[in-house]
Protein backbone atom coordinates (compact mmCIF):
# COMPACT_ATOMS: atom_id res chain seq x y z
CA UNK A 1 0.00 0.00 0.00
CA UNK A 2 1.52 3.38 -0.90
CA UNK A 3 0.13 6.29 1.38
CA UNK A 4 1.35 9.53 1.08
CA UNK A 5 3.59 11.71 3.54
CA UNK A 6 0.31 13.60 4.69
CA UNK A 7 -1.75 10.66 5.34
CA UNK A 8 1.58 8.62 7.31
CA UNK A 9 1.98 12.10 9.51
CA UNK A 10 -1.72 12.52 10.23
CA UNK A 11 -1.87 8.91 11.27
CA UNK A 12 1.52 8.79 13.09
CA UNK A 13 0.31 12.26 14.99
CA UNK A 14 -2.98 12.48 15.62
CA UNK A 15 -2.75 11.00 19.40
CA UNK A 16 -0.37 13.79 19.71
CA UNK A 17 -2.83 16.29 17.96
CA UNK A 18 -5.98 15.18 19.72
CA UNK A 19 -4.07 15.42 22.89
CA UNK A 20 -2.71 19.15 22.64
CA UNK A 21 -6.13 19.76 21.69
CA UNK A 22 -7.76 18.32 25.11
CA UNK A 23 -4.82 20.36 27.09
CA UNK A 24 -6.13 23.30 25.33
CA UNK A 25 -9.97 22.78 25.88
CA UNK A 26 -8.70 22.25 29.47
CA UNK A 27 -6.41 25.19 30.17
CA UNK A 28 -9.64 27.34 28.26
CA UNK A 29 -11.91 26.23 31.05
CA UNK A 30 -9.69 26.92 33.72
CA UNK A 31 -8.60 30.20 32.58
CA UNK A 32 -12.57 31.27 31.71
CA UNK A 33 -13.65 30.40 35.14
CA UNK A 34 -10.70 31.86 37.08
CA UNK A 35 -11.58 35.22 35.11
CA UNK A 36 -15.08 34.34 36.55
CA UNK A 37 -13.69 34.49 39.57
CA UNK A 38 -11.72 37.96 39.35
CA UNK A 39 -8.95 36.00 39.40
CA UNK A 40 -5.50 36.28 37.22
CA UNK A 41 -5.40 33.06 35.60
CA UNK A 42 -1.81 32.59 35.68
CA UNK A 43 -1.23 33.40 39.53
CA UNK A 44 -4.20 30.82 40.18
CA UNK A 45 -2.77 28.01 38.22
CA UNK A 46 0.92 29.04 39.48
CA UNK A 47 -0.85 28.32 43.31
CA UNK A 48 -2.63 25.21 42.42
CA UNK A 49 0.25 23.46 40.63
CA UNK A 50 1.85 24.42 43.88
CA UNK A 51 -0.08 23.11 46.18
CA UNK A 52 -1.01 19.92 44.20
CA UNK A 53 1.57 17.50 45.42
CA UNK A 54 1.12 17.55 49.09
CA UNK A 55 -2.74 18.67 48.90
CA UNK A 56 -4.84 15.82 49.73
CA UNK A 57 -7.21 13.95 47.19
CA UNK A 58 -10.10 14.68 49.43
CA UNK A 59 -10.36 18.62 49.56
CA UNK A 60 -9.07 19.17 45.80
CA UNK A 61 -12.90 20.49 45.51
CA UNK A 62 -11.01 23.50 47.58
CA UNK A 63 -8.67 24.24 44.97
CA UNK A 64 -11.49 25.33 42.13
CA UNK A 65 -11.21 28.75 41.49
CA UNK A 66 -14.81 29.49 43.52
CA UNK A 67 -13.91 27.83 46.53
CA UNK A 68 -10.28 28.99 46.10
CA UNK A 69 -10.90 32.74 45.88
CA UNK A 70 -13.42 32.16 49.20
CA UNK A 71 -10.93 30.47 51.34
CA UNK A 72 -8.36 33.54 50.55
CA UNK A 73 -11.26 36.30 51.17
CA UNK A 74 -11.84 34.11 54.73
CA UNK A 75 -8.14 33.91 55.30
CA UNK A 76 -8.31 30.35 55.35
CA UNK A 77 -5.57 29.92 52.65
CA UNK A 78 -2.01 32.26 51.63
CA UNK A 79 -2.47 32.45 48.02
CA UNK A 80 1.51 31.90 47.49
CA UNK A 81 3.14 34.41 45.25
CA UNK A 82 4.32 33.55 41.69
CA UNK A 83 7.44 36.11 41.29
CA UNK A 84 8.24 37.85 38.27
CA UNK A 85 6.37 35.41 36.33
CA UNK A 86 4.24 37.84 33.33
CA UNK A 87 0.89 38.49 34.77
Same mark, same amino acid.
Request: net charge neutral; hydrophobic share 45%.
Given at each position: ?? +??????? !??????????????????????????????? %??????? $? =?? !?? %??? %??? +? $????????? !??? $????????????? =? %? +?
Amino acid at each position: MN +RSWWSAA !RTTCSPALGEAEAAAGWYTLVQSAAKLQGLV %PGAYLYD $V =FK !RL %PSW %PAN +R $VGELMPLNW !RLA $VEAGTLEPIEWGD =F %P +R
